[in-house]
Nanobody
Framework: VQLQACGGGLVQAGGSLRLSCTGS????????MAWFRQAPGKEREFVAA????????DYIDSVKGRFTISRDNAKNTVTLQMNSLNVEDTAVYYC??????????????????WGQGTQVTVSS
């Protein structure tokens, strides 16, 4: 499956951005979809995930209450709405699709398809 992400950019602290990721080549409705990020000099980290029915979500603590992940299975898309951004959110954001049908995970090793990454920069 190929994933194409878009929506990154430069925003001031306190602002908002919306990331979108569209998959092609396979129907993604049976798979967990997620967002990860990698800041300069840091390991890639999990940000948010959503299960195949969109009935379950998970977030790292630092984004809870500020970020919202959603999906549209008819369009093979996953979206990350990011509000109240701060400088610590600056990173390259990657969308990803699990390698396993109907298996919940937030481990990067369980995600076999990745988008190309989109830069999010938050200025103070």
């Amino acid at each position: 499956v190929q994933l194409q992400a878009c929506g990154g950019g430069l925003v001031q602290a306190g602002g908002s951005l919306r990331l979108s990721c569209t998959g092609s080549g396979r129907t993604l409705s049976s798979y967990v979809m997620a967002w990860f990020r990698q800041a300069p000099g840091k390991e890639r980290e999990f940000v948010a995930a959503i299960n195949w029915t969109a009935g379950g979500t998970d977030y790292i603590d630092s984004v809870k209450g500020r970020f919202t992940i959603s999906r549209d299975n008819a369009k093979n898309t996953v979206t990350l709405q990011m509000n109240s951004l701060n400088v610590e959110d600056t990173a390259v954001y990657y969308c990803a699709v699990s390698s396993y049908r109907y298996r919940w995970s937030r481990r990067a090793a369980d995600f076999g398809s990745w988008g190309q990454g989109t830069q999010v920069t938050v200025s103070s």
